[in-house]
């Protein structure tokens, strides 16, 4: 019992050890990360030129019509089969999962 609790008190030590030598590592390139970017940071640029208001709201409403035409166009492909959309950041994989859930006759969920 008391050689186990040696190799276990070593062990510990020797980990809390090598965890304050990893922080301090990090800590110290974080710090070296900093000092170049700091040191080779150019100088502010002005801001851009402050656009008219009109023309913002126009922009929006522009890309809200955009936007909507769009929706409108691919619920009209689908024609009452639910479908899913996937994401930019989803896989195939998924969203052939969800076309799947939606579809008229889902598959029955079946105990384990």
């Known amino acids: 019992m008391g050689t186990a609790l040696a190799i276990t008190a070593i062990g510990m030590t020797l980990l809390f050890l090598t965890l304050a ?36 709201l126009r922009a929006a409403a522009i890309a809200v019509a955009l936007a909507r035409a769009a929706a409108e ?14 994401s930019p950041g989803s896989s195939p994989w998924w969203a052939l999962h969800h076309q799947r859930r939606l579809g008229p006759n889902p598959p029955p969920r079946r105990p384990q």
């Not at 590592?25 to 801001?47: D, G, W």
């Not at 691919?74 to 089969?81: H, I, L, M, Q, T």
């Open 21 to 56: 030598f990893f922080y301090g590592l990090l800590s110290l390139l974080a710090s070296v990360m900093e000092e170049r970017r700091s040191s080779k940071a150019s100088p502010i640029a002005a801001p851009p030129a402050a656009q008219d208001e009109g023309t913002a």
């Open 73 to 86: 166009d691919s619920e009209g492909a689908r024609e009452g089969s639910p479908q899913a959309i996937p």
